[in-house]
């Protein structure tokens, strides 16, 4: 039973960084490519990054592009987001989720949430002065 739990939400203002954390278990982890998502109030799920099995190819949205970098650690069986000048915008609950495949720029789209088969509880991210 794959399970993925996120860490690291929290309040920060305007301009601040916070780092999100996803730990997987139940499945071999570098066989997936991974994925951040997130949800605003009202709002649908949208697509933040995604990374492939090796990390070596990342894919962005163009609202956090710049700003934003996903990593992971196969050995630690974890996926990252880095969050740099972070905006009022950028408010909402953060999901990690693995792709049903290993890959970002081939295979099934990234920024699609269908793509992904395995989704974390979520951890909320809050940007404010």
């Known amino acids: 039973q794959v399970q993925l739990v996120e860490s690291g939400g929290g309040l920060v203002q305007p301009g601040g960084s916070l780092r999100l954390s996803c730990v997987a278990s139940g499945s071999t982890f570098s066989n997936y490519a991974m994925g951040w998502f997130r949800q605003a109030p009202g709002k649908e799920r949208e697509f933040v990054a995604a990374?492939?099995?090796?990390?070596?190819?990342?894919n962005y949205a163009d609202s956090v592009k710049g700003r934003f970098t996903i990593s992971r650690d196969n050995a630690k069986n974890t996926v990252y987001l880095q969050m740099n000048s972070l905006k009022p915008a950028d408010t909402a609950v953060y999901y990690c989720?693995?792709?049903?495949?290993?890959?970002?720029?081939?295979?099934?789209?990234?920024?699609?949430?269908?793509?992904?088969?395995?989704w974390g509880q979520g951890t909320q991210v809050t940007v404010s002065s």
């Open positions: 990374s492939s099995w090796s990390g070596t190819n990342t």
């Open positions: 989720a693995q792709k049903s495949d290993k890959y970002v720029f081939i295979g099934l789209s990234p920024s699609s949430p269908s793509s992904y088969s395995h």
